[in-house]
């Protein structure tokens, strides 16, 4: 993190005196970039000094002080931007403003002046240690992994390889589907890849294979070369050759010992070429590493083997290119085999005594389903007295403490933060950021990214916005099995991600230890350092304690409340004038305006008041210069003060309500102020109400728009929108809601160009017929229609969208006939039909609808029949009926039905009714 902090610092800095410096003079100048130049000269030491910090105090003591020398250089170069980089008022009242002010930024230059001085002198002072560190403790600038941490890992990796088979638990399936896959029928070389998270026992898994009698007897030749993250050719080369010598009694010839890379490479490929091999190649994790090794394995018809293991997703794809290789996927055990493994590591007959299953099931959640993190608590355990439920129950509250003992979780502990560490810098701290959400908190992507953009963990990119680059960092965490994805959208993006316990429990550790974040239990902040920089709190209590000045803070998160946190707390809070917060999260807090205190925070950038009770935005808004995000959803605003315009940064602006979905205006948006417009950075904007033409138009401006909803449109507003919309060429959602139900949405103009990126459409209100440029928008994924009252059957300007994969249609079309044309729709995979009162038949022609999984039809009373063709779904897993007609559900229920034959290999059929105020549903 060290490393992570000196290199945003860097970045940072260089901007800062291209553009500062003549604010700066000719000395403060010369200060700074001699700071910048010694951090950039230690830059590259950090990272191996940070591998071997937890065993030299020394070092420990060094990254620290670098660490806090870059956090108080960012301190101060923004102390510096707030005080002379706010805009001015203009005209008489500015200059004497000006006038006024000159006397206290001379105070305030003075006091930088001492502050980058000082900042000067301790960055001499460090240099000198960093100088001599680099030559006590032996490091190269190279950023190696040092040896210390290889011969661990290569400890615990032999472990591994020594477990008896009759303690694994959940390896049966596996092994077998891997064996299945070692011993088919093709003659080509096979590469098989097994891919998951550190400690899922992928090493384990693919040892038992590899030493599997039916598996031995197939190969002349096998050998198992440990790969690890520093991969060197040679060595693995010879090593390779050993065992392949050894195999056969032979000794290994002279040459050998003195060949070059190219030699080794070229001997073995002869070596192998005619021979029948399985070779394993154990935690590799860069795809270059294989890239280097592969030309090794000719592609011969020996129907040689070779196995993967590795932690990355895409090294293990990159390995499997090929029609006839195999991607193995490890899963968390289930609760049935995590209970089983851990009785048998805790209890001698593997038997849990009654009075310690409580807090044993306790534990074992947090392990969710990690066997390596089993079988180390287990172990753990297994010395504790049984009869003393205190001390298990101390285990449980304690996790986190434990992980940093002496012992089994300690390894745990090493064994995942080997992916933490090979994680570039820009990363690291994207990781450790996520340490702030509550155990088992299921973490909006959107709210995720948002925040990494305000904290300053993403790096611009030529070409890219914020929140494409920081997809892509979500993307690469996902891809080393550092995070998981917990729910995806409808066109497989990801809605929902989350981390697993144990892992969360390190990173939090680090990430205190690291000055990143710290959580306030309950909010008690007496006890948190005042340097302290971000703060989360989860389940807030006011407990009238006295908070500290946290002049340093970024960040402040609330997750949950306890007690309400009024205008009074939180004036109370933020009295200590935290004058550098970037983030603050007040999500559901019992707020009815906003505190004065908050209008203050010149460098904010993330403002989150969902789910509070606010009125009123005041004008003051038009000072949080550098907000970016401003999400006031299910709040009491309804109309936006002319302040907002001040916002040129505000890049996402959420103002809506969500209201009784029983009808299709569930959706209220806010008045935007005259000349919404002039907010050139808003990418996603939701929702607005069209209240005149002017509005409607100034849309049209808002060229960076990815997300845009507007609701209340009139009949008359149609054209100006469709105008509009042609110059919004970045639209990805648009949302368009009807003044009315009876308010026609007239929308048949010409969009010009097409946005072509729009991926989800949603139309709430009546349509005459589908707008013709619908069909056009090749990018589409989700098509939403609610009451359109269509008399038209709208699947023929949708059959041929290439990309839609989710249709909805509420209350959208007053036709008895829907009918889905062969060869349609070849991507669709879920269909929502609801309150199409008219509807009686539904059509599927065959080769229509081939990807179809899930079918919902509901509140279609005229239907007493299935869809015609739904039998040749040969891909549907999910179907359900709610509030259908009895004739239908009669003959669903009717297992000996021509009807119930046509649907009965789809694995869940739901039929439900709403009766008494509830779902009355059953699972046929």
Known sequence: MAESAVAFLLKQLSTFLLTRSTHLGGGLEREMQFIRDELASMRAFLRDAELKEDDVFELKEWVGQVREVAYDTQDVLDEFIMRFARNRPDGFYGRVHNFYSSIKNIRAHNRI??????????????????????????????????????DVIYHFRGNALLIDEAELVGIEEPKRELISQILDESSNLKVVSVVGMGGMGKTTLVKRVYEDASVKRQFQLH?????????????????????????????????????????????????????????????LWKLESWEAIRYVFLETNCSSRIMVTTRITETASGCCTKSNDYVHKMQFLSGEESWTLFCSKTFADDCCPPHLEDVSRGILHKCKGLPLAIASIGGVLASKDKSKVDEWEMILQSLGGELEGIGKLERVKKILLLSYNDLPWFLKSSLLYMSIFPEDWNISVRFLIQRWIAEGFILQRKGMTMVEVANGYLNELINRSLIQVAELNSDGSIKYCNIHDILREIILTKAREQNLVMLATSGDFTKLPENIKRIAVHEFIENHHEYKLFKHLRSLSIFGYRNPLNESSLSKLLSGRPKLLNVLNLRGAKLKSIPKEVFKLFHLKFLNLRDTGIEIISQSIGNLQNLEYLNLVNTHVMELPIGILKLRKLRELLVYHKGDYSTNFAVRGFKAPRGIGRLLSLEVLDTIDADNDETVREIGKLIQLREFSITKLRREDGKELCSSLGKLTNLCKLFVDSIKEDEILDLQYPISPTPRALQVLRLSGRLEKVPQWLSSLQGLTLVNLRGCGLREDPLESLQDLPNLVEIIFNKAYEGEELCFKAGGFQKLKKLDLARLQQLKWVRVEMDALPCLRCLFIGDCKQMNELPWGIQNLNNLQRLAFYNMGNELVTKLEDKGSKEYQKVAKVAEIRIANWRDGKWDEHIM
């Open 223 to 283: 050998a198992w070369l440990t790969i690890s993250q520093t991969f060197h050719m040679k060595p693995v080369l010879k090593d390779l050759i050993q065992q392949l010598y050894h195999e056969m009694k032979e000794p290994v010839p002279q040459q050998v010992e003195s060949m070059d890379g190219d030699k080794l490479k070229a001997f073995v490929k002869d070596f192998l070429k005619a021979r029948r091999y399985i070779i394993v190649l154990d935690d």
């Open 113 to 150: 002046s001492s502050k980058i001085e000082s900042l000067k002198c301790r960055v001499k002072d460090i240099s000198e240690r960093h100088n001599r560190y680099r030559s006590d403790y032996g490091f190269s600038e190279r950023g190696s992994y040092s040896a210390d941490v290889e």
